[in-house]
Nanobody
Framework: QLQFVESGGGLVQPGGSLRLSCTAS????????VGWFRQAPGKEREGVSC?????????YYTDSVKGRFTISRDDSKNTVYLQMHSLKPEDTAVYYC????????????????????WGQGTQVTVAS
């Protein structure tokens, strides 16, 4: 059973930074692509970023976070990170992670059709 624990959220002022962690339990992430998602109050959950497995670890970012967020992984710790800089109030949401598919051929991760196994998430609040 896929289980994830997200952590690292908090209250930060606009322009600030946070690093989120996503640790898997019960299985190894070594061969899985992992995605970060977020859900703001009253809105649907949206994909933020994903990272493929293997040495390439290719990444994808949704347009609204490009240049500000960086996803990375440490398979020795079974953990994926989301470093967030230049945070904006519209980044306020509960952030979740889960396994995501890999496109055939290119081996790129995709935020479409994530595995529906969600942890409790971690709250990120950007406010002055």
């Amino acid at each position: 059973q896929l289980q994830f624990v997200e952590s690292g959220g908090g209250l930060v002022q606009p322009g600030g930074s946070l690093r989120l962690s996503c640790t898997a339990s019960g299985f190894t992430l070594d061969y899985s692509a992992v995605g970060w998602f977020r859900q703001a109050p009253g809105k649907e959950r949206e994909g933020v970023s994903c990272i493929s497995p293997n040495d390439d670890s290719t990444t994808y970012y949704t347009d609204s976070v490009k240049g500000r967020f960086t996803i990375s992984r440490d398979d020795s710790k079974n953990t994926v990170y989301l470093q967030m800089h230049s945070l904006k109030p519209e980044d306020t949401a509960v952030y979740y992670c889960t396994v995501v598919p890999i496109t055939t051929g290119q081996g790129m991760c995709t935020l479409d059709d994530p595995v529906e196994s969600w942890g409790q998430g971690t709250q990120v609040t950007v406010a002055s």
